[in-house]
């Protein structure tokens, strides 16, 4: 099923992200771990890629065993980075034959010990995302970034750019992180303002070690308010504790998102089917058929 199928209706939908393994030694455990969070029957799964294409293969295979196995819905990421016109064609042609109908489109970061030039065939987004509208029937999404993206010039930019993807083919945008939701509110007044209307998703990030809020904050550029450093401040040191609290500040965050008429909300669970099933737990009452 395309993701344009499942959202924009009045139902609220979960959905949660995984990522594939970096070395097929860890193939299998990954794989159940994707599984097991597939087990908890979400509204649909985002599988992601790695740089220079380091895990098409995996992303794919994992993708099509979600769909297989558990009958959800799947997107499978493709980047720009490291990758020429054949490259994306195989691997659209692995998604088609496997049943694929969903492709999240990035540019991707640049990686550090990429060798040679990153973007070669694709150098932008919506470059990758005109290809895959062109080479099949897919349900393409985006990313976009509430505080805007780490190399963009300034937020007007930022959305210009996102206006030339959406403009691409883009049927859907989701959100990087964001951990006040102020700043998605305020985000969604100004792209509706210049004229982007297709749903866009907020993805939310449960932090459950301390050690993830330095990666969020170098590599997303996201903003911390006082109230959740404050909660990594008192819970950091002790692991449990702070799993618990960093699922309950999401969950906070999702229930906040619903009640201001948010429907469809995106999870970066990764690899963590106890976390995704602690936040869906939480919301038991909340979403249901």
């Known amino acids: 099923m395309k993701l344009s199928q499942i959202l924009g209706k009045d139902k609220i939908t979960l959905s949660f992200e995984v990522f594939p393994p970096k070395t097929e030694a860890n193939y299998e455990a990954v794989k ?16 992601t890629y790695g740089a220079g294409g380091s895990t098409r293969a ?10 297989q196995q558990y009958g959800i819905t799947a997107i499978s990421h493709l980047t720009c980075v490291g990758a020429t016109k054949e490259d994306i064609d195989h691997t659209l042609d692995s998604m ?23 973007f070669t065939d694709f150098h932008y987004a919506s470059e990758l995302v005109e290809h895959i509208k062109a080479r099949g029937d897919f349900c393409v999404g985006g990313a976009c970034y509430p505080e805007g993206h780490v190399d963009a010039h300034n937020k007007k930019e930022d ?8 403009d691409a083919g883009c049927d859907y945008l989701t959100t990087q992180m964001f951990f006040d939701n102020n700043i998605y509110y305020n985000f969604l007044y100004r792209v509706r303002e210049k004229g982007i209307t297709v749903p866009i998703i907020p993805g939310i990030m449960p932090i459950t ?14 903003n911390m308010p006082e109230r959740f450093r ?27 998102l619903i009640a201001n008429g948010i429907h469809n909300i995106h ?23």
């Open 32 to 47: 159940k771990a994707a599984l097991d969070v597939a087990a908890l029957n979400p509204s649909y799964m985002s599988v």
């Open 159 to 166: 959305i210009t750019y996102l206006k030339k993807k959406v």
């Open 96 to 118: 088609k034959e496997a049943g694929i109908e969903n492709v999240l489109a990035l540019r991707g970061d640049r990686p550090k010990d990429f060798e040679g030039e990153p």
């Open 58 to 67: 995996n992303t794919v295979q994992i993708a099509s065993a979600i769909q």
């Open 267 to 289: 999870v970066y669970s990764m690899n963590k089917p106890e976390v995704a099933a602690g936040i869906q737990k939480n919301l038991s009452e909340i979403i249901h058929d």
């Open 209 to 222: 070690r301390a050690s993830q809020v330095k990666t969020a904050c170098t590599l997303a550029g996201t």
């Open 230 to 256: 404050n909660l990594v401040d008192c819970f950091g040191d002790n692991p449990k504790a702070m799993q618990q609290a960093g699922i309950a500040y999401a969950t906070d965050q999702i229930i906040d």
